[in-house]
């Protein structure tokens, strides 16, 4: 586990469930670094995260109206360690919840395919300098898969 001052990224494709399961540990007492948008970076030998951290986007209600969540400032943090990473994904119908470490080369993978603008290191010419960021995160950071069925469910101890 990343510790009790470190930061998990929450990662995975629209209506996963990354907004609910942010308010969930929210509500258990956790502090949010950012909501949306996470911006990473290396700090000596380690990878912080920071963003905006004022609240979180709920999806949308039955009305199709998306919701607004502030929190107060102690329940945020401008800048964070990064742990690890946890990419949610949808279960296929049917199938219960399966939970997975992913190895090097698969986190790799999940890592690049979260990324925001991708095109925009290529046009700044640091298309090099991100991929050998984002081996070195996938390497030294645990990513973890949380194939879930759809709707509520609450991240236990187990």
């Known amino acids: 586990p990343p510790g009790r001052d470190a930061a998990f990224a929450i990662c ?5 469930g990354k907004s609910m399961l942010a308010a969930q540990w929210v509500d258990a007492g956790a502090r949010l670094v950012a ?3 996470m911006a990473l970076g290396g700090d000596g030998d380690m990878t ?12 949308p209600d039955a009305a199709g109206v998306r919701r607004f969540v502030h929190l107060a ?5 401008r800048t964070a360690r990064l742990g690890a990473i946890l990419l949610l994904d949808r279960a ?10 992913l190895g090097a080369l698969a986190a ?4 690049l395919q979260q990324r925001h603008r991708p095109i925009v290191p290529q046009l700044l010419g640091r298309q ?3 991929l050998a960021q984002a081996r070195d995160m996938a390497t030294a950071i645990p990513v973890w ?3 879930r069925p759809q709707g509520r469910m609450e991240m236990d101890a187990a």
């Open 48 to 59: 912080r995260g920071g963003g905006l951290g004022a609240g979180l986007v709920m999806r």
């Open 35 to 37: 909501d949306d948008v």
């Open 92 to 101: 296929p119908a049917g199938s219960p919840a399966h939970f997975e470490r």
């Open 128 to 130: 090099a300098a991100v």
């Open 145 to 147: 898969r949380w194939q």
């Open 73 to 77: 400032p102690e329940r945020q943090l």
């Open 12 to 16: 995975g494709p629209s209506g996963s």
């Open 108 to 111: 790799l993978e999940a890592v």
